[in-house]
Nanobody, 124 residues
């Protein structure tokens, strides 16, 4: 069982930045592909970014490419999402997710564990 706890959400003006962090309880954290997803009211959960368990390759949704950066620290069992140039359409609850030896980075069904989510609100 892996517990994921997100932090760092909040209210920010358009054009501003936020840094989300996710702490994982997994002993074998390095074996997990880590992803960030988001869900806005009335919309389906969507993929935002992922970082692979091997090699640390990164993947981004087109809507955040060039603005968001995902990173991981295997020594600290954490994954972060740096969000810059935020837009009102980035407003959502952001979820951290873990996929054991995962290779399908964008599919929510591939992730085994989920955090409770952290709210990000971007005011225009």
């Amino acid at each position: 069982q892996v517990q994921l706890v997100e932090s760092g959400g909040g209210l920010v003006q358009a054009g501003g930045s936020l840094r989300l962090s996710c702490a994982a309880s997994a002993r074998t954290f390095s074996r997990y592909t880590m992803g960030w997803f988001r869900q806005a009211p009335g919309k389906e959960r969507e993929f935002v970014a992922a970082i692979s368990w091997i090699g640390g390759s990164t993947y981004y949704a087109d809507s955040v490419k060039g603005r968001f950066t995902i990173s991981r620290d295997n020594a600290k069992n954490t994954v972060a999402l740096q969000m810059n140039s935020l837009k009102s359409e980035d407003t959502a609850t952001y979820y951290c997710a873990a996929s054991y030896y995962g290779n399908n980075y964008e599919g929510a069904r591939e992730y085994d564990y989920w955090g409770q989510g952290t709210q990000v609100t971007v005011s225009s």
